[in-house]
């Protein structure tokens, strides 16, 4: 039996990937710093140990008897005080060298869509350094790069739930986010397929306007938008560096940065956000 540890599985994509492997026959340890935040996996995880992976030494073993490694680590939210650096990139370094050190045949990351192009924001830098210390492990490896989550998209729906959606520039940027289970098949096939780098998107290209629109059919909400201008950004995040700590402007860079371009990604899966919407309007 194949057996592969995942790191991240609280998160929204690491849950789909502890299912997906699961149901594909694999044996999964699943690594998390409190039992209580993964209680909703079930008999999804075979095996679970705690340990935080900015701590090394509460890594020692981790990857004994494992074939695969998984990482999804990464700050989304911080509350603790951790920084990019320490997260994205010294929480995953600790997780490569248990990964080198029990001779893991594989170890497979996921990043960000079009990281090069945005290296200059603080959580992009950190999965950069990261990705660069992989590249050259000498360990085999697949960097998976999204073009964001449908769980980053629910700040549309919740907007568009209370009345009103505010968007950036005239709001024809497009995106392809992707749903969390799609995802997932594409990060277990990494883990059987000789990849080096796989870039991935939904199946919906679309503008924010359109985005916009499914999440007030889905709310039941007449559409009213509103259309923040593009150099409001640009201002703003000049003050958020100089006044506000890294966790509180790193976030918010990210997310201003991604909803002023066009981010377009090989177009993969079959779960459409409308979709994704109305599943979360009926809970």
């Known amino acids: ?95 490569l060298h248990e990964a080198q050190h029990a001779g893991v045949r594989k170890f497979v990351y996921v990043s960000v869509f079009l990281a090069r192009e945005m290296a200059h924001l603080q959580g992009v830098r950190a999965k950069l350094r990261f990705e660069d210390m992989l590249r050259h492990a000498g360990v085999q490896y697949t960097i998976v790069s999204p073009n964001g989550f ?29 749903h969390g289970a799609d995802l997932a098949e594409v990060c277990a096939d990494a883990l059987e397929q000789n990849a080096k780098e796989v870039e991935v998107g939904g199946p919906d290209v679309l503008t924010h306007r359109e985005i916009a629109a499914r999440a007030f059919d889905a709310a039941g909400k007449k559409p009213r938008i509103t259309c923040i201008p593009l150099w409001t950004v640009r201002l703003l995040l000049p003050l958020l560096r100089a006044f506000t700590s890294v966790q509180v402007y790193g976030p918010l860079e990210f997310f201003l940065t991604v909803m002023s371009r066009d981010l377009i990604a090989p177009v993969c899966g079959r779960r459409p956000l409308a979709q994704f919407f109305r599943t979360l309007c009926s809970t």
């Not at 951790?82 to 997260?87: E, G, R």
């Not at 980053?152 to 986010?177: S, T, W």
Request: charged residues 30%; proline residues 1%; aromatic residues 8%.
């Open 1 to 95: 039996m194949k057996r592969v540890l995942v790191a991240g599985a609280s998160g929204y994509l690491g849950a789909f990937v502890v299912r997906e492997l699961k149901e594909r026959g694999y044996r999964v340890r699943v690594l998390t710093r409190d039992r209580g935040r993964i209680a909703g996996l079930g008999d999804a995880a075979d095996e679970i140990v705690v340990g935080e992976v900015t701590d090394a030494a509460s890594l020692h073993g981790i990857c004994d008897g494992v074939d695969y490694v998984f990482s999804s680590v990464g700050i989304t939210r911080q509350k603790d005080g951790c920084t990019y650096m320490d997260v994205d990139y010294r929480g995953n370094m600790n997780l």
């Open 150 to 178: 449908y769980s980053d998209m629910e700040e549309f729906l919740r907007m568009a739930e209370k009345g009103r959606v505010y968007l950036f520039g005239d709001g024809n940027q497009r995106i392809n986010p992707i």
